[in-house]
């Protein structure tokens, strides 16, 4: 049995109702757990990005690419691995206001991890952290250990390559390029 590893997909497709739905089908009939999912819409207009965490192996992973590219609305679909990508998460901690307030250690564990104070009031306060997957688990773990923690909420993955240019600009400029030269080619 091959290695698993934590792959990210980053899909780029039109805005269609109904993709997802096809997109996550490819991971069902293969029994791939999706770790995370997050889908908005990119830089380019009418383009919606999917950012999609799974645990599986390397041929398993481009078998899945494979189908999603297949897709007829997706326009590129890629994976990559943790050292390719730079990634983020956003996490909200619903923390108890007296809790919190009967001792300096959950405001210790905060600045700690670089988090902040966006809400309190008198039942409780919200904290915010963005970061890596890893400091929002150990900061929800240290909040938890005094106490305090009364709900807890995180984004899917936000990411992008590492790479010095995005390549679905590059497939969108030559999918122009041929069509303004096919264009041409009918007007002769």
């Not at 005094?146 to 936000?158: A, E, H, K, T």
């Amino acid at each position: 049995m091959s290695e698993k590893t934590l792959y990210t997909l980053i899909v780029h497709s039109e805005n269609i109702a109904g993709l997802l739905n096809q997109i996550t089908a490819v991971f069902t009939r293969r029994q791939i757990n999706i770790e995370s999912l997050n889908v908005s819409a990119s830089s380019i207009k009418g383009v919606h990005k999917y950012t999609i965490t799974v645990l599986t192996d390397k041929n398993t992973i481009e078998k899945v690419i494979t189908q999603i590219v297949k897709k007829i609305d997706v326009l590129q679909a890629h994976y990559f691995v943790e050292d390719e990508i730079y990634c983020h998460e956003i996490a909200l901690y619903k923390v108890s206001t007296p809790e919190f307030q009967s001792t300096p250690e959950p405001s210790k564990v905060i600045r700690k991890y670089n988090a902040r104070i966006v809400e309190v009031n008198p039942v409780f306060a919200i904290v915010e952290k963005n970061g890596k997957s890893e400091e929002i688990t150990s900061l929800y773990n240290d909040l938890r250990a005094l106490g305090c923690v009364l709900q807890f909420v995180r984004s899917g993955r936000v990411a992008i390559t590492t790479s010095c240019f995005e390549r679905v600009n590059e497939f969108l400029a030559d999918r122009e390029s041929r069509y303004l030269l096919s264009k041409k080619k009918e007007c002769r």
